[in-house]
């Protein structure tokens, strides 16, 4: 079975400060999401990666996936205020599974930024 | 820019009622998903879509149905409303080729409250 896991599930962080969130996912998959979310809000499509060591960076956020480790990362750089949010990564199964792009979803980090 | 537009952002049913949650995309995706949102425990699949009168169950089917009469056109049915179905629901749609390489987009999502 796919499974995703994301680490930490809650971040409190000062602005100013650098973290990583980690996205771990349990099957061979070359095709990564990570989404954002504000508290009350949808899901905004932030970042897709789409094969070994591909890296995007966006702003003040830097995703990078290593397909070997089964590993996505998120990196925040001087956070600001505005970062927090809730924020998930998704994977995309196989081809081999079926070809249905049903993702398979972490249970998001959710990451407040203090003053 | 993909569209997702989903009927309603906040509505307010009684247990037992027939409720009908509607969700129509533009940008002519084959995939069409319905998820529901609860704190802590993430998105969760409910039903998805790959074609017109196509779906398949997802994690959690149980108490929802489903209906793809048109392309851009899916509708989440509640059969007979209970409390425990009070939750955000999100609509989603992706391209169903593989090799697309675009997320899943989404709604603005419906707070739904079962009285």
């Known amino acids: 079975e796919l499974k995703v896991e994301q680490n930490p599930l809650f971040l409190s962080m000062q602005e100013g400060k650098n973290y990583t969130i980690y996205c771990n996912y349990s099957?061979?998959?070359?095709?990564l999401y990570w989404y954002r979310q504000d508290p009350g809000k949808s899901l905004e499509s932030l970042f897709v990666l789409l094969s070994n060591g591909a890296v995007k960076q966006e702003g003040r956020l830097m995703a990078s996936l290593d397909t070997k480790a089964r590993l996505s990362t998120l990196h925040i750089t001087a956070a600001v205020h505005d970062l927090s949010a809730t924020y998930f990564c998704?994977?995309?199964?196989?081809?081999?599974?079926?070809?249905?792009?049903?993702?398979?979803w972490g249970l998001g980090t959710s990451l407040a930024v203090n003053p | 820019d993909v569209k997702v537009t989903q009927s309603s952002r906040y509505l307010v049913k009684r247990t037992g009622e027939k409720v009908f949650l509607e969700c129509v995309q533009d940008?002519?995706?084959?995939?069409m998903f319905w998820y529901r949102q609860d704190p802590g425990l993430g998105l969760r699949l409910i039903y998805f879509s790959y074609d017109v009168k196509m779906k398949e169950k997802g994690d959690i089917p149980e108490g929802y149905s489903v209906s793809r009469e048109k392309k851009e056109r899916f509708s989440l049915i509640l059969e007979s409303a209970s409390t425990n179905q009070t939750s955000m629901y999100l609509c989603a749609s992706s391209p169903r080729p593989y090799f697309s390489n675009q997320p899943q987009h989404f709604g603005d999502g419906t707070r739904l409250s079962i009285l």
């Open positions: 998704a994977v995309d199964p196989p081809f081999e599974a079926g070809n249905n792009r049903k993702l398979i």
């Open positions: 099957t061979t998959s070359d095709r």
């Open positions: 940008m002519d995706h084959e995939n």
